[in-house]
């Protein structure tokens, strides 16, 4: 694999980064890419193309674009590779990734890039060993919010919906573990990401969960982890054992460096965490739901005696009452040529809009109480409004964040290090489920 120049640039096309190694095509090559991915009709733009004798191959991850060229005949999937342990690099050392982030730390990034790539081949990737080579100093770009849910990729990708990490040491630069006053931090992350299809008779239909257990080492040094999840967890549709809360997956995968003679026997996994985040665990769970969908819609569409559309909303949350989601916006299609929208919402933190454009209303809720019901009545005028255009009504799609709750049920039942730590230090286990499909249809 032979890289020839890389670059990094934000939404707008922006230059943030741009190393040149071999010196084979001109710095125009960002504007001829630019113009390439900007100028495809569709939301997903290919990831690889071609200008002349040159290859782009490029990825997203916090919104930006990280580009690589190359002449030679190389493997894109080896490129593709490489660029997202790179941005994993990048949020290891700044603590997040973000335009401002990559703008802030750019002699850090630089300095990275030395030492990742010379004459445009890869050398190394491994945040344990540049640690020792690396000297700038990450700069934080911004202070941690409990609802700035940006910091975490589920399996690499970048989705529309955020996705999770309630903590302030989770976007804490990996080079805060070498100060000497630093507390020793490991956080274990349980992420779910739910797709969901819902019949208008309230059937479910299709429901696919995607997961992961992500580990975060801010600790000095820790020579064993011995993570144990539930008992009763088994993979594929082999018999569960014993007498526990079942919690069972379709497949399941494991990082190379876990350890498994004990995860058959007990379900638990053992592994030598090296400093910064990995993904020690993912899996996968398709057309089932342990437990009922989290959201039910009791939606009711008529035309009023003044001719505008009426669409009466109800939603109810089940997750048990002690559960909350956060961050609920629902999508609601309405009939083409509507103009204005009045609302009537049950309480005053909600908040709706009509965007024309895209001709959808859109319902948001900040917080949701799990056991509780909302409803919001809308009203549109809708000049020409028929029986066939009340069709175009719909479907509704839901997209919110579940902290402390996963779909599946998996748990951490234990987080162990050894040799224990005579200093203080701090071990955090957190879950969440987030979704960005999760259709109900009218």
């Given at each position: 694999?032979?890289?020839?120049?890389?670059?990094?640039?934000?939404?707008?096309?922006?230059?943030?980064?741009?190393?040149?190694?071999?010196?084979?095509?001109?710095?125009?090559?960002?504007?001829?890419?630019?113009?390439?991915?900007?100028?495809?009709?569709?939301?997903?733009?290919?990831?690889?193309?071609?200008?002349?004798?040159?290859?782009?191959?490029?990825?997203?991850?916090?919104?930006?674009?990280?580009?690589?060229?190359?002449?030679?005949?190389?493997?894109?999937?080896?490129?593709?590779?490489?660029?997202?342990?790179?941005?994993?690099?990048?949020?290891?050392?700044?603590?997040?990734?973000?335009?401002?982030?990559?703008?802030?730390?750019?002699?850090?990034?630089?300095?990275?890039?030395?030492?990742?790539?010379?004459?445009?081949?890869?050398?190394?990737?491994?945040?344990?060993?540049?640690?020792?080579?690396?000297?700038?100093?990450?700069?934080?770009?911004?202070?941690?919010?409990?609802?700035?849910?940006?910091?975490?990729?589920?399996?690499?990708?970048?989705?529309?919906?955020?996705?999770?990490?309630?903590?302030?040491?989770?976007?804490?630069?990996?080079?805060?573990?070498?100060?000497?006053?630093?507390?020793?931090?490991?956080?274990?992350?349980?992420?779910?990401?739910?797709?969901?299809?819902?019949?208008?008779?309230?059937?479910?239909?299709?429901?696919?969960?995607?997961?992961?257990?992500?580990?975060?080492?801010?600790?000095?040094?820790?020579?064993?982890?011995?993570?144990?999840?539930?008992?009763?967890?088994?993979?594929?549709?082999?018999?569960?054992?014993?007498?526990?809360?079942?919690?069972?997956?379709?497949?399941?995968?494991?990082?190379?460096?876990?350890q498994l003679d004990e995860f058959h026997s007990h379900r638990i996994l053992r592994l030598c965490p090296s400093q910064g985040e990995h993904a020690v665990m993912q899996y996968?769970?398709?057309?089932?739901?342990?437990?009922?969908?989290?959201?039910?819609?009791?939606?009711?569409?008529?035309?009023?005696?003044?001719?505008?559309?009426?669409?009466?909303?109800?939603?109810?949350?089940?997750?048990?009452?002690?559960?909350?989601?956060?961050?609920?916006?629902?999508?609601?299609?309405?009939?083409?040529?509507?103009?204005?929208?009045?609302?009537?919402?049950?309480?005053?933190?909600?908040?709706?809009?009509?965007?024309?454009?895209?001709?959808?209303?859109?319902?948001?809720?900040?917080?949701?109480?799990?056991?509780?019901?909302?409803?919001?009545?809308?009203?549109?005028?809708?000049?020409?409004?028929?029986?066939?255009?009340?069709?175009?009504?719909?479907?509704?799609?839901?997209?919110?964040?579940?902290?402390?709750?996963?779909?599946?049920?998996?748990?951490?039942?234990?987080?162990?290090?050894?040799?224990?730590?005579?200093?203080?230090?701090?071990?955090?286990?957190?879950?969440?489920?987030?979704?960005?499909?999760?259709?109900?249809?009218?």
């Open positions: 694999m032979m890289i020839s120049q890389l670059f990094i640039l934000s939404s707008k096309g922006d230059h943030l980064i741009y190393k040149d190694y071999r010196g084979e095509a001109g710095s125009d090559v960002i504007d001829v890419f630019y113009e390439k991915v900007t100028a495809l009709t569709g939301d997903q733009p290919p990831v690889v193309m071609s200008h002349k004798d040159l290859h782009f191959v490029h990825i997203r991850q916090g919104g930006l674009y990280w580009v690589a060229t190359t002449t030679a005949d190389s493997s894109p999937f080896s490129i593709i590779e490489f660029l997202n342990r790179l941005s994993g690099l990048v949020k290891d050392y700044c603590g997040s990734l973000s335009e401002k982030a990559v703008q802030m730390n750019f002699a850090l990034i630089y300095e990275l890039l030395d030492e990742v790539l010379d004459y445009g081949y890869v050398q190394m990737t491994s945040s344990d060993v540049l640690k020792n080579f690396i000297q700038s100093e990450a700069v934080s770009s911004k202070p941690f919010s409990l609802f700035d849910l940006s910091n975490v990729g589920l399996f690499g990708a970048e989705t529309q919906q955020n996705k999770v990490a309630p903590s302030s040491a989770a976007t804490r630069p990996i080079q805060s573990s070498r100060d000497p006053g630093g507390k020793s931090e490991i956080f274990v992350d349980v992420i779910e990401k739910m797709s969901v299809v819902i019949g208008s008779n309230g059937v479910l239909m299709k429901a696919d969960i995607e997961g992961e257990v992500r580990v975060k080492c801010y600790m000095p040094s820790c020579s064993e982890m011995r993570i144990g999840l539930n008992e009763e967890f088994s993979v594929g549709k082999s018999q569960l054992r014993g007498y526990g809360a079942a919690v069972r997956v379709d497949e399941c995968s494991f990082h190379q460096s876990v996968r769970l398709s057309d089932e739901l342990p437990s009922a969908p989290p959201f039910r819609l009791f939606p009711s569409v008529e035309r009023d005696s003044a001719g505008r559309l009426l669409m009466y909303l109800k939603l109810r949350c089940d997750l048990p009452p002690k559960s909350t989601a956060i961050n609920l916006s629902a999508s609601i299609p309405v009939p083409r040529g509507a103009v204005s929208l009045s609302q009537e919402l049950s309480s005053p933190d909600q908040s709706a809009e009509l965007q024309l454009q895209n001709r959808t209303v859109f319902w948001k809720i900040p917080r949701f109480c799990g056991g509780t019901q909302l409803s919001a009545l809308f009203k549109l005028d809708v000049p020409g409004l028929s029986s066939a255009s009340m069709l175009e009504v719909g479907p509704v799609g839901l997209s919110f964040e579940l902290p402390k709750w996963t779909g599946t049920g998996l748990q951490i039942r234990f987080l162990r290090l050894s040799p224990i730590h005579p200093g203080p230090s701090q071990r955090w286990v957190r879950y969440v489920t987030h979704s960005d499909s999760y259709i109900i249809r009218i």
